[in-house]
T-cell receptor, first 119, second 116 residues
Framework: KAGVTQTPRYLIKTRGQQVTLSCSPI?????VSWYQQTPGQGLQFLFE???????NKGNFPGRFSGRQFSNSRSEMNVSTLELGDSALYLC??????????????????FGEGSRLTVL | AQKITQTQPGMFVQEKEAVTLDCTYD???????LFWYKQPSSGEMIFLIY??????QNATEGRYSLNFQKARKSANLVISASQLGDSAMYFC?????????????FGQGTRLTINP
């Protein structure tokens, strides 16, 4: 079973540019969430998508956006890049079950991340 | 608000020794899940073990066990018989029903180094 695939793995951009990162979840997983990891702030939740709808968003500026396609693949976009956006961006997929209210043993499956460097 | 605290930025352990990584949490939710993830230098977050707030027994997965003390709000990870390949960053995380989202709140992590 293929894992979560993130592309590109590494990229370098300059301030003011924009970037798009892609995430293909595990087959059958309909929920995709994104996290930003930096040495200073650690791992922070960006947003989550389910069935092409954003279900929740973390405390990030509007420059950070995302979307999910009908095949559950997700993209996130960062516009007007700043130096502080340099980070490892991790995508995680989850076999979400509708109406489930109790946290279950279903762990989030993470990809290897996209490492963004902003110069 | 939910919060995870890992007080050990780094730990050094001799190979084959047992190691305990500390994790305390804060939440007002009655139902929540606690996770430990391992992050090697490649960057991928690897799931290790899960403990549900209603689980009465401590979770175990091979060499990993979770010492869950609900009253103290702690969820320490114990690795028995450590191996060189255990060297990595370890993150404790919590998930509750936050607006129905699959959102994990992570601690700052502990960098574990296993010495031969």
């Amino acid at each position: 079973k293929a894992g979560v695939t993130q592309t590109p793995r590494y990229l370098i951009k300059t301030r003011g540019q924009q970037v798009t990162l892609s995430c293909s979840p595990i087959s059958g997983h309909r929920s995709v969430s994104w996290y930003q990891q930096t040495p200073g702030q650690g791992l922070q939740f960006l947003f989550e998508y389910f069935s092409e709808t954003q279900r929740n968003k973390g405390n990030f500026p509007g420059r950070f956006s995302g979307r999910q396609f009908s095949n559950s693949r997700s993209e996130m976009n960062v516009s007007t890049l700043e130096l502080g956006d340099s980070a490892l961006y991790l995508c995680a997929s989850f076999p979400y079950r509708a109406g489930y209210n109790r946290p279950n043993t279903g762990e989030l499956f993470f990809g290897e991340g996209s490492r963004l460097t902003v110069l | 608000a939910q919060k995870i605290t890992q007080t050990q930025p780094g730990m050094f352990v001799q190979e084959k020794e047992a190691v305990t990584l500390d994790c305390t949490y804060d939440t007002s939710d009655q139902s929540y899940g606690l996770f430990w993830y391992k992050q090697p230098s490649s960057g991928e977050m690897i799931f290790l073990i899960y403990q549900g707030s209603y689980d009465e027994q401590n979770a175990t997965e091979g060499r990993y066990s979770l010492n869950f003390q609900k009253a103290r709000k702690s969820a320490n990870l114990v690795i028995s018989a450590s191996q060189l390949g255990d060297s990595a960053m370890y993150f404790c995380a919590m998930r509750g029903k936050i607006q129905g989202a699959q959102k994990l709140v992570f601690g700052q992590g502990t960098r574990l180094t296993i010495n031969p």
